[in-house]
Structures are given as structure tokens and as C-alpha cells.
């Protein structure tokens, strides 16, 4: 039986990766590398207030979406060349569309958001069973009320 060592260090919640001091330090923190729906890896200050990532996002949040079928989908509605992070729960059929901040309309200096803020919008197939893609797309156009309009 091998014996691992570790040193603990106290890090007040929420303190990005880059801010923490100590020796032993970097290897107690784990890298959460977020994708956005074109699966390229996306920079947390541009989704997370203060580009701090809420601890648990993972276990609440889930992974990227990967079936083909439904990104085709979230791409026919959301037209724009935003990169949107569209994420699936581990356990349900529960989809998480997130807004990055720059287009969000509820997550800001203005809204006095909190470090780890962000826009998500939760669509849920709980009483269907599984996705739909019709009624997915219905459910995402309505989410784009809630997205300021692409200024590019």
C-alpha cells in the first residue's frame, strides 16, 4: 500500500487557481476546463462572474453536450457566432444552456452579481423521459429572450 502525503492549505471559497499561495499548493487544486457547444475549450471569465468557477459546477452541472443531433439543433436556433456552453446533468435529462457574461442579461457589475455568477437557463425532459428534438428546439427559442443581441 503506497502512502501519499499532502500538505492542506486553508483557500477561502471561491479564490481562482492563479491566487493561490504555498508550496504544495497547485497540485491540491484541480483544473475545471469547461467546452463550449463547438467543443473547443472555453475561458471562464467569459461565462463565470470574476471568472471564478462555482465549486460543484461539474456535479451540478454535468458535461458538455456530445450527441451530434442535439448540437445540430441548439446550432439552427442559436445562429449567431456566440460560443454559448450547452451542458447535459450527469444523471437526468436536464440541459443547461449558459450565457457568456458579455451577452447575458442577468449576471453583471450592474446586477451586483457574486464571484461564480452566471446566466444559465435549465431545460428539462424529466416528464418526457428523453429529448425531443422538436421540443428542444421550442424550449431554446424561448431562452433567447433572455440573451442580449449579438453585436458583431
Known sequence: MTETKTEEIEVPKGTPAAEVKGKGAAKNIKKIIIKDV????ADPKDYFFNGVIPSGFIGTCGNPVDREELIGTFNKVFKSKIKYLF????????????????????????QESSDGDFQKHAISFLSEGSVNLDTLKQKLERILKFVKKDEE
Do not use: C, F, Q
Open 38 to 41: 463547438s467543443g473547443e475549450e
Open 87 to 110: 451542458y447535459r446533468a450527469r444523471d437526468k435529462e436536464v440541459y443547461l444552456v449558459i450565457v457568456p457574461l458579455k451577452y447575458s442579461t442577468s449576471v453583471g457589475i450592474d
